[in-house]
C-alpha cells in the first residue's frame, strides 16, 4: 500500500500515484465495522478515491465502499484527517466501470482512455 502526507509536496505525490486522479462528485455507501453511511467522493483512479462526509479513520483500517451501480468492494485507509480520507482499493475497478463512472460524475475533464469530451 503506498503510504503518503496529503500535505506534503504535490509533486512528490504524483510521482507515486499509479494513475491520474479524475475529479469527480458522487455519492457512494461506505461500510465501517457495523455502520453505514452515505459519503461524497471527490476523486478516483482505479486504484483508490479521496472521499469526504466520515469521521475519523484509523490508517490500515479495512472498509468497504459501493460506488454507484456497483457492489461493495474492500478498501483499504491510506490516510485520513478530520474532514476526508485517502481510500486504496483492494482490487483495482475494472477500466470500463472507471470509464463509465467518470463519464456520469465527473467534472469537465476529457474522459479517460477514450479522448472524448464529457456531455453535460
Known sequence: ???FDPAA???ELARERRQERENV????KFRRDLVSSTVMLKDLT???ARIEGVGLLETDEAVSLALPGC????????WANDHCAGLE????????IFVDLVARYGLGRELPFTG???IA
Open 25 to 28: 462528485e458522487m455519492m457512494a
Open 89 to 96: 482499493f483492494a482490487e483495482p475497478l475494472d477500466g470500463d
Open 46 to 48: 482505479r486504484f483508490g
Open 1 to 3: 500500500m503506498i503510504a
Open 116 to 118: 472524448r469530451r464529457q
Open 71 to 78: 457492489r461493495p468492494s474492500m478498501a483499504f485507509v491510506a
Open 9 to 11: 509536496n504535490p509533486s
